[in-house]
């Protein structure tokens, strides 16, 4: 996870669609496609704040129903500007946020909500309250979560929902281990990570989600990462840092790549607004998706209320929410395979938006991934005629006939009575 930076906060405007339908099935569109950037269906408020020094800070969230009314929230932190713990959010969320809209969550869950897949979370912990996610949270680091922002990604992962809110995880039936990847303060490093890569796939695993991106290459975490991909594991993390780097003038410029997703077979995942940018300082390299990660609403660790985040660790937790809905619809697919159908239903962008709908119901369109053959479509089986169609038929044109000659020399005689 990358250390956090006082950038403030900078509102845009953004538009999206209300309703988050407009999902692509394959090849082809199977209702009225989702604006892209600039189209407009309604507009919403959206936060580019970066990561701002505690939760005290607020900022606004898009309105839930693309109407132009907005919350505001207080910004979850990576890394702690203190000795306290955040502290609870008294404000809720009532309205589905804009990020569970413009991915189509209801339209989603219809299919699959994640039931049997356990996701990792690598991160600051996880606080745990009574009706935050339907299953028990399991891992070393469950129960504690002083930053709060480990709770954060775990409840965009596979938050359940709550009466008066309209916040949800993207996978509300899969089951949540946390593992730490930074010390108590949210600073992160490579042992650290790595030793939560490996604690979650030893915990069972199928996703896991990293919200650290290193600028620096570490033999440690590189062969972590590359045992779980050996396993069948997903792992997903993000393609730059949640705050942007630092001006660096005349000096050497920022690392075009971060570990782990910079390590073959990491699924690196860029964050968007609600109106499908970026601050022009996040640059992904690398990156085979994006996903809304600016003026993203989730729950933090204490209180009912909720808070805003935002960057590409974010971003990332709506892919591995994704990735579970994925793994839990169709269990025979590989982790390359999983991956490599969210990159290839992706909506067209660069890099691909994510597009949940189309991940689970398209059909690869190629079998290199695993050798693996594209099922084919069942079609109804073409039964034999008897002749009865044709000859309900002819009697019903028949009968139209008579009807109609019925009609006009009824209105000639009344043309003739009119006339005399």
């Not at 930076?5 to 199977?30: E, K």
């Not at 996903?291 to 971003?315: E, I, L």
Request: charged content about 15%; overall charge positive; some cysteine.
């Amino acid at each position: 996870m990358a250390h956090s930076a006082d950038g403030g906060a900078h509102n845009r405007t953004a538009s999206r669609p209300a309703d988050g339908t407009g999902r692509r099935a394959g090849s082809h569109r199977d209702a009225p496609s989702r604006g892209r950037p600039g189209r407009t269906a309604a507009t919403a408020a959206c936060c580019l704040a970066f990561l701002s020094p505690g939760p005290a800070a607020a900022a606004p969230t898009p309105s839930a129903t693309g109407s132009s009314a907005a919350i505001s929230l207080p910004v979850i932190p990576t890394v702690l500007n203190g000795d306290e713990c955040t502290g609870g959010s008294g404000r809720v969320a009532e309205l589905v946020p804009w990020a569970q809209q413009h991915l189509g969550l209801n339209r989603v869950w219809q299919l699959s909500r994640g039931e049997g897949v356990t996701v990792g979370v690598v991160d600051t912990g996880l606080a745990t309250r009574a009706g935050d996610f339907a299953h028990d949270v399991g891992g070393s680091a469950a129960g504690r979560d002083c930053v709060g922002h480990g709770t954060f990604v775990a409840g965009l992962i596979a938050g359940a929902p709550r009466p008066g809110s309209g916040f949800s995880g993207v996978a509300p039936g899969a089951r949540v281990l946390a593992e730490r990847g930074t010390d108590t303060a949210g600073e992160a490093d490579a042992r650290l990570t790595a030793r939560g890569i490996r604690a979650a796939v030893a915990g069972g695993a199928s996703v896991v989600h990293v919200s650290a991106a290193l600028p620096r290459r570490s033999a440690e975490l590189t062969e972590a990462v590359r045992d779980a991909l050996a396993r069948d594991v997903l792992v997903v993390a993000p393609a730059v840092p949640d705050a942007p780097p630092p001006a660096f003038g005349g000096q050497s410029p920022a690392p075009e790549a971060y570990w782990p997703a910079a390590v073959e077979g990491v699924l690196a995942v860029a964050p968007h607004g609600a109106d499908g940018s970026r601050p022009q300082e996040v640059t992904p390299a690398g990156a085979r998706l994006s996903a809304p990660g600016y003026g993203v609403t989730g729950r933090g660790p204490a209180g009912k209320g909720h808070f805003v985040g935002n960057g590409a660790s974010v971003a990332a937790a709506f892919v591995a929410g994704t990735a579970a809905l994925i793994r839990a619809y169709d269990p025979d697919l590989t982790a390359s395979e999983v991956a490599g159908r969210l990159h290839r239903t992706g909506y067209p962008a660069d890099p691909p938006w994510l597009d949940p709908y189309a991940a689970l119901t398209a059909t690869p369109a190629d079998a290199s991934a695993g050798g693996r053959t594209p099922p084919g479509v069942l079609l109804p089986r073409a039964e034999k005629s008897d002749g009865s169609l044709g000859r309900a038929l002819a009697l019903t044109a028949a009968g139209a006939g008579a009807v109609l000659a019925l009609a006009g020399a009824a209105a000639l005689v009344r043309r003739r009575r009119s006339a005399a």
